[in-house]
Nanobody, 121 residues
Framework: QLQLVESGGGLAQAGGSLRLSCAAS????????MGWFRQAPGKERDFVAA????????RYTDSVKGRFTISRDNGKNTVYLQMNSLKPEDTAVYYC??????????????WGQGTQVTVSS
């Protein structure tokens, strides 16, 4: 069983930065692709970023390209999301996800509990 625990959310001003962390426990962590999704109030949960098992491949939704960076440290069983140049529209609950497949299908992901990110204008 893979367990995911997010941290690092909070309040930031527009233009500011936050770094989210997701600590994973479980023997198979290094075999999983990891990612971040977010859900704004009244909206569906959407894909933000993903990284493959080795860290050699990443992908992002268009709205965060050039501002967010996903990375992982397999020695620490942790994946990170560095968020720069934050905008009010980035406000959401951010969820860490893990999946054996890089496409990170929401129907089969392992999920963390979520961490709130609020960006004020």
């Amino acid at each position: 069983q893979l367990q995911l625990v997010e941290s690092g959310g909070g309040l930031a001003q527009a233009g500011g930065s936050l770094r989210l962390s997701c600590a994973a426990s479980g023997r198979s962590y290094r075999a999983y692709a990891m990612g971040w999704f977010r859900q704004a109030p009244g909206k569906e949960r959407d894909f933000v970023a993903a990284i493959n098992w080795s860290g050699g491949s990443t992908r992002y939704t268009d709205s965060v390209k050039g501002r967010f960076t996903i990375s992982r440290d397999n020695g620490k069983n942790t994946v990170y999301l560095q968020m720069n140049s934050l905008k009010p529209e980035d406000t959401a609950v951010y969820y860490c996800a893990a999946n054996a497949e890089y496409r990170l299908s929401q129907q089969s992901n392992h999920w963390g509990q979520g961490t709130q990110v609020t960006v004020s204008s």
